[in-house]
């Protein structure tokens, strides 16, 4: 239905976008970005993860490591390998793209809280129920230092 109706829209897209742009180029790479999230939601997360194996590398080249494009195919790629691999595998990848953010940015950004809870909700997963819950409490200490009571991120 209405999922492949959009995969073949975006896998259109990608085509137009390599004939029109060029391979390599920032519509193509956010083209199949595009189609890699319609996999995903599609529940077709090895394939939407074959995808994310060669655009991954070629964003980061086009865009940098530090680029928000890049770190949402991160994000993606880490819930796929939640699903196909497992909380392992998905938490290793969490420890990588969190270790690179937070060697270069200052404040707290929205990215690195949502992944550092879903590194906390991968140990509770995995049982690990004490690790977890600091991690919880770390994430709303640094929220509301960093936002205020008032946010609606932070209130209770």
Do not use: Y
Not at 1 to 27: F, P, T, W, Y
Not at 110 to 118: T, V
């Amino acid at each position: 239905g209405r999922h492949q109706d959009a995969l073949e829209q975006v896998e259109l897209g990608v085509e137009l976008c390599a004939r029109d742009g060029g391979v390599g180029s920032a519509a193509w790479l956010g083209a199949r970005g595009e189609l890699a999230k319609v996999l995903s939601e599609m529940g077709r997360w090895p394939a939407a993860l074959d995808e994310l194996a060669s655009l991954l590398p070629a964003a980061r080249e086009r865009f940098g490591p530090g680029d928000e494009r890049v770190l949402r195919l991160w994000q993606l790629r880490i819930h796929c390998l939640r699903l196909t691999e497992g909380v392992e595998e998905a938490l290793r990848e969490i420890e990588a793209l969190l270790g690179e953010l937070e060697s270069r940015s200052s404040p707290l950004t929205d990215l690195q809280l949502a992944l550092r809870l879903e590194r906390a909700d991968g140990w509770f997963a995995q049982g690990q129920v004490a690790p977890a819950r600091a991690e919880l409490e770390r994430c709303l200490a640094d929220a509301l230092s960093q936002l205020g009571p008032d946010d609606a991120l932070t209130v209770r």
